[in-house]
């Protein structure tokens, strides 16, 4: 009787061990079929669209600009937040574009030169988990940080802030361009006024490559 309760437990325990070895072997073979991609992310320069609108009149009449020649710099990584924290940029302002060929140069000549400014440099210092963003721009050989909002989705990034440039002691830029477009710069108040206020956008795409 002994012999056969004996047998019977062996039996059991090899079956056990068999199902778990077998259980384990299946699990394994799940886990590599369905193994996450490794991905890495980097700034897309041609995805990217940057966009200042200046402001002008007592209506506060919008005028979009961008600069053609902008140099970014960056690293790559497996976190697009992180890719996102080492942009730096500097914008070269004889570059300045608004589609409008005397404007350009006007905008470069009176506003930029007289602010002693040829280039604008940046970057980003913080961006947080509730969307708050923070950025250093350089101009006029003064640094300052300015606030905004930023969204992330995937690998899509968009980023406004408005700042005023009488932060960068560039009042004197303001009052030079107003002059010179003064009649431009009327409204029909009869007023002719150009804002210190510029909005800032941001929009980019970083490349994203999975292995």
Known sequence: MKKTIYLFASLFLAATITSCGSSESNHDDHEEEHAEPICTYSYNEESTEFEWTAYKTSEKKGVPGTFNEIEVTSES????????????????????ETQNEDRNGK????????INTE??????????????????ITMNGISVEIDGEYVLNGSA??????????????????????????????????????WTEVKLTLKTKLSKDCE
């Open 77 to 96: 990584s497996s976190d697009p937040l992180e890719v996102l924290k080492s942009i730096s940029f500097t914008m070269n302002t004889a570059s300045v």
């Open 157 to 194: 990034f968009s980023f406004e802030s408005v700042i005023d440039v009488s932060a960068w002691n560039a009042l004197a830029g303001i009052e030079a361009l107003n002059e010179v477009c003064s009649e431009l710069h009327t409204g029909e108040d009869g007023v002719s006024k150009l």
């Open 107 to 114: 905008v470069a000549k009176h506003f930029f030169e007289t």
């Open 119 to 136: 280039k604008i440099e940046g970057s980003i210092k913080s961006l947080s988990e509730d969307g708050k963003a923070m950025i250093e």
